[in-house]
């Protein structure tokens, strides 16, 4: 069966410091990858997303960027984190076709 | 900007079903639509989609209207452990590919 390892769970980083949180899919192979940011209390917003190993699309700008070095690895990256990058990180992939999203446990950022 | 309508929130009593709305009026023709859950501090959980007839699994049932603009979830006996945030989403193209977008979702309260 297919599985999403997201880490770490809970990170606290200063501002200005760099970020980099990896998510890895196992059971599947060549799926779509997906990082989305929640704030609290509300929806979740789609930063970047993945078709295929190098294929990165951002949905809006930002302080962040992501990459996709193996088919089953995504990394979201930033080389100086703001106050306003804190949030719920969550990785998902989802298969060809019209299968659903899976998601990971997700990543609470906090920056101080 | 998601292209489906929730109410903010709802609530059910422990037992009963919980008829969860939503529309989505400019759904195109090959569009599926996918509920999702949210529970506190995790990440979304798929549920259920459908494209035009309706569907059950063993979460839920989803029931679309015959002109496919609205749709309704189904719970049909909820649990405490049911509360949470739903989602309803149809894909949205962007570039080519489909783009799942969540917009705020139902905040279900099932209470005893």
């Known amino acids: 069966s297919q599985t999403i390892h997201q880490w770490p769970a809970t990170l606290v980083q200063p501002v200005g410091s760099p970020l980099s949180l990896e998510c890895t899919v196992e059971?599947?192979?060549?799926?779509?990858l997906y990082w989305y940011r929640q704030a609290a209390g509300r929806g979740l917003q789609l930063l970047f997303y993945s078709v295929g190993i190098g294929q990165i699309s951002s949905e809006v700008p930002q302080n962040l960027s992501a990459s996709r070095p193996q088919d089953r690895q995504f990394i979201l990256s930033s080389k100086k984190l703001l106050l306003s990058d804190s949030g719920f990180y969550l990785c998902a992939w989802r298969g060809r076709g019209n299968q659903p999203q899976h998601f990971g446990d997700g990543t609470r950022l906090s920056i101080l | 900007d998601a292209k489906t309508t929730q109410p903010p929130s709802m609530d059910c009593a422990e037992g009963r079903a919980a008829n969860l709305p939503c529309n989505h009026s400019?759904?195109?023709?090959?569009?599926?639509v996918y509920w999702y859950r949210q529970i506190h501090s995790q990440g979304p959980q798929y549920i259920i989609h459908g494209l035009k007839n309706n569907e059950t699994n063993e979460m839920a049932s989803l029931i679309i209207t015959e002109d496919r603009k609205s749709s309704t979830l189904i719970l049909p006996h909820a649990t405490l452990r049911d509360t949470a945030v739903y989602y309803c989403i149809v894909r949205v193209a962007s570039g080519g590919s489909y783009i799942p977008t969540f917009g705020r979702g139902t905040s279900l309260i099932v209470h005893p």
């Open positions: 059971g599947t192979s060549n799926p779509n």
């Open positions: 400019t759904i195109s023709g090959n569009e599926y």
